[in-house]
């Protein structure tokens, strides 16, 4: 059985940093694709960024490039999300996602609030 458990999650102001964590079992985690994933309040679901299974990383929409950084670290079977530079609208559930052989995983997420 997959699981993912994410944490780091928290209330921060604005321009403050963050950095989430996920550790993942029952799962080839060297071989998988891990990413991230966030959910606004009444919004939909997005990707964040990806990290490849070699280390490749891809960061889906400019408003986080620069200010967020996605990295693995397979001995601990954990991908981690560090965000700098945190504002009001990074304001999300966040989700660690897993996916081997194209079949997709998710946490239980964990909740980033930015404000003063």
């Known amino acids: 059985q997959v699981q993912l458990v994410e944490s780091g999650g928290g209330l921060v102001q604005p321009g403050g940093s963050l950095r989430l964590s996920c550790v993942a079992s029952?799962?080839?985690?060297?071989?998988?694709?891990m990413g991230w994933y966030r959910q606004a309040p009444g919004k939909q679901r997005e990707l964040v960024a990806t990290?490849?299974?070699?280390?490749?990383?891809?960061y889906a929409d400019d408003s986080v490039k620069g200010r967020f950084t996605i990295s693995r670290a397979n001995v601990k079977n954990t991908v981690y999300l560090q965000m700098n530079s945190l504002k009001p609208e990074d304001t999300a559930v966040y989700y660690c996602?897993?996916?081997?052989?194209?079949?997709?995983?998710w946490g239980k997420g964990t909740l980033v609030t930015v404000s003063s």
């Open positions: 990290i490849s299974n070699t280390g490749s990383t891809n």
């Open positions: 996602y897993a996916q081997r052989y194209g079949v997709p995983f």
């Open positions: 029952g799962i080839n985690f060297s071989a998988s694709m």
